[in-house]
């Protein structure tokens, strides 16, 4: 029997690549927590009945790619293919709404849609989204436009590219959408089959479609800009002013209509330059969503929000950054049985003071360890021979400069201080030194 393999569409994130992915989190973590975001971890499947009414059942995503399944209780439950819905479920469950103002949440996991697999697109992929619940003010709409920038060009992405466009309200949509129906259907035969379909569903995503004729037959279709109404035409030229006001470029992109059905007013994309992906340049989307809580049972509460693709931005990155890996401060080499033991031990305990160790397990000749530690990248590299064993000594060796020196243990842990900025000093050295 041959080996159990992936799923097609999955895949296995190996240690040599999670660096990136921390990478990523970390960066994440720590803008959002600066502007008041607060963590929010909802479950991984939910009732299918969420998506249907939430992202909407003409659309391309609950129609055709979510995985679904009858449980053993008789309940059908989807594996989420998006955050938000889901957010907003725990928001009106958890009555956070109670505590009155405004809901600044964010969240990070897995997420699953039946697609071709390519190139940044996964059939289960991640996602870092975020949504600021409670508020219509246009500065909503730009502070979480604001926050996504700088939680990519901080990774490295300078050469981003933010389309804009306004979807209106209800009326200003219904009113574009009787449009677009008139404009299409002249056209109707020479369309891409799934725009065919979509035409009668949901024609506004046709602007969307990559098909050949379909986008030349898109170029002279009318513009959503047209059909919105004076509130509307308020609050996207406020967005825009504000964005200036940032400093923030922009295009405004008439197609732009993304794939969910609950977006109202703003929509925006954030695609970057720095690599090739093709249709999968866009690393960020997200927009409004002023009837998804009501739509869910909730008052009606105005709301916005995106999402980072994990696996595009992770592609990029690697462009970028050549690597990531973790190294440790300090590589701890020994052999004989005392000396194995007493490793472990000095290893454990210098983990407890914050330095990262790594321990040498594999009992082969000091040759060979020595050679290991200079492929860690670690900084230095304590020698624990049976000679050090008996003595409670050990040798500590600066790998980079090469110097040694000799000390008992309970010395290296009086001094483990001045160690640890040792440690740090040739960190910052090697930082400053790599090109």
Same mark, same amino acid.
């Given at each position: 029997m041959g080996t159990i393999q992936t799923l097609p569409g999955t895949r296995d994130i190996l240690p040599e690549e999670i660096g990136y992915w921390q990478y990523v989190e970390q960066v994440a973590t720590q803008i959002l927590s600066r502007a008041m975001y607060y963590e929010i971890r909802p479950p991984i499947f939910e009732q299918t009945a969420l998506?249907? @009414?939430g992202i909407g059942e003409a659309t391309d995503v609950v129609g055709k790619e979510m995985y679904t399944?009858? /449980? *053993?209780?008789?309940? #059908?439950?989807?594996? @989420?293919?998006?955050?938000?819905?889901?957010? =907003? @479920?725990?928001?009106?469950? +958890?009555?956070?709404?109670?505590?009155?103002?405004?809901? *600044?949440l964010w969240y990070c996991g897995p997420m699953f849609r039946y697609e071709r697999p390519g190139a940044g697109r996964q059939r289960q992929f991640h996602q870092i989204g975020l949504e600021l619940i409670g508020v219509g003010d246009p500065r909503a709409d730009v502070e979480v436009i604001a926050l996504a920038?700088?939680?990519?060009?901080?990774?490295? &992405?300078?050469?981003?590219?933010? /389309?804009?466009? #306004?979807?209106?309200?209800?009326?200003?949509?219904? +009113?574009? *959408?009787?449009?677009l129906v008139n404009y299409f259907l002249p056209y109707k035969e020479e369309l891409d089959p799934d725009s065919q379909d979509r035409l009668e569903r949901n024609p506004l995503r046709i602007l969307d479609s990559k098909a050949k004729r379909t986008k030349e037959i898109n170029q002279n279709a009318p513009s959503i800009l047209q059909y919105l109404g004076d509130e509307s035409?308020?609050?996207?030229?406020? =967005?825009?002013?504000l964005l200036t006001?940032?400093?923030?470029?922009?295009?405004?992109?008439?197609?732009?209509?993304?794939?969910?059905?609950?977006?109202?007013?703003?929509?925006?994309e954030m695609i970057s330059d720095e690599d090739d992906l093709g249709s999968q340049a866009t690393v960020c989307g997200g927009g409004r969503y002023d009837r998804l809580v009501e739509e869910l049972g909730g008052s009606p509460t105005q709301a916005v929000g995106w999402a980072i693709g994990m696996e595009r931005l992770i592609i990029l990155l690697k462009k970028l950054q050549s690597s990531l890996?973790? #190294?440790?401060?300090?590589? &701890? =080499? #020994? *052999?004989?049985e005392a000396a194995e033991a007493q490793g472990l031990v000095l290893a454990q305990k210098l983990r407890a003071e914050g330095l990262t160790v790594e321990l040498d397990m594999s009992g082969s000749a000091f040759g060979k360890q020595f050679k290991r530690a200079d492929r860690s990248g670690a900084i230095a590299c304590i020698v624990l021979g049976e000679e050090e064993a008996e003595n409670k000594t050990l040798q500590l060796k600066w790998l980079q400069s090469k110097e040694q020196q000799g000390m008992t243990q309970t010395e290296l842990f009086n001094q483990v201080g001045e160690l640890k900025e040792q440690v740090d000093r040739h960190k910052r050295t090697m930082s400053n030194s790599t090109p």
């Open positions: 998506f249907e @009414r399944f009858t /449980d *053993r209780g008789d309940r #059908s439950l989807t594996l @989420r293919p998006e955050g938000t819905a889901g957010v =907003v @479920r725990a928001y009106l469950q +958890n009555n956070l709404y109670a505590a009155g103002g405004v809901q *600044r920038t700088d939680i990519l060009k901080t990774l490295g &992405l300078q050469s981003l590219k933010l /389309d804009i466009n #306004s979807l209106g309200d209800r009326n200003d949509r219904q +009113n574009y *959408r009787e449009a035409k308020k609050h996207f030229d406020q =967005v825009q002013q006001d940032l400093g923030i470029e922009y295009n405004i992109n008439p197609c732009l209509v993304r794939g969910l059905d609950y977006y109202t007013h703003t929509a925006f890996q973790m #190294s440790p401060d300090i590589y &701890l =080499v #020994s *052999r004989g």
